[in-house]
């Protein structure tokens, strides 16, 4: 049982780099999620999405792009990395809403 | 400022004793309140409640919801090592608007010790 997956699992990048976080999901959900994680700052919404062709901003969208052209994946792009954008992140999906997330295992990403 | 606020930020205690975390929250048209646990990695889900007074259980944790004093509690009983975890807690609400927005306290760090 795959759930969802991200890759990678660790990230090192140089200021102004950019990348692609992946994520992918097996379980046919419509709603999918994009949270960053600071240390004692608990979880953050960056983006989320309600289905495919279909993105919307959460509370931290600044610095992050989103796209969702299918059901399956939900790509995170960082442009022009920045130091305060070194995070844990985490993807996530639902069958509905926000009800029972069910988590990826995490990107720890630093930009130095 | 924190919509929604845990307590205590960090605990630790001896395999055994029981605990009792707290999640208060402030928001505009509630929709559920859910409790998460964080080991390494991915967080996992525990409980999803909607409803004042009804106790949810699994094993020895346990959560309830107080929808007129806007908190719920998760209480573990007999610790063992294996709870020690970071325990979120997280509120769905829809504001003032008509989109929903899901929010998480900054969660309670709790440590069991042999």
Not at chain 1, 44 to 65: F, H, M, Q, R
Not at chain 2, 42 to 66: C, Q, V
Request: proline share 4%.
């Amino acid at each position: 049982n795959a759930g969802v997956t991200q890759t990678p699992k660790f990230r090192i990048l140089k200021i102004g780099q950019s990348m692609t976080l992946q994520c992918t999901q097996d379980m046919n959900h419509n709603y999918m999620y994009w949270y960053r994680q600071d240390p004692g700052m608990g979880l953050k919404l960056i983006y989320y999405s309600v289905g495919a062709g279909i993105t919307d901003k959460g509370e931290v969208p600044n610095g992050y792009n989103v796209s969702r052209s299918t059901t399956e994946d939900f790509p995170l792009r960082l442009e022009l990395a920045a130091p305060s954008q070194t995070s844990v992140y985490f993807c996530a999906s639902s069958y509905d809403r926000n009800e029972k997330l069910f988590f990826g295992s995490g990107t720890q990403l630093s930009v130095l | 400022e924190d919509k929604v606020v845990q307590s205590p930020l960090s605990l630790v205690v001896h395999e055994g004793d029981t605990v009792t975390l707290n999640c208060s929250y402030e928001v505009t048209n509630f929709r559920s309140l859910l409790w998460y646990k964080q080991e390494k990695k991915a967080p996992t889900f525990l409980f999803m409640l909607t409803s004042s007074g009804i106790e949810k259980k699994s094993g020895r944790l346990s959560s309830i919801l107080d929808k007129k004093e806007l908190f719920s509690i998760l209480n573990i009983t007999a610790t063992q090592t294996g709870d020690s975890a970071i325990y979120l807690c997280a509120v769905e609400y829809t504001g003032g608007g008509s989109n929903y927005k899901l929010t998480f306290g900054k969660g309670t760090l709790l440590t069991v010790n042999p």
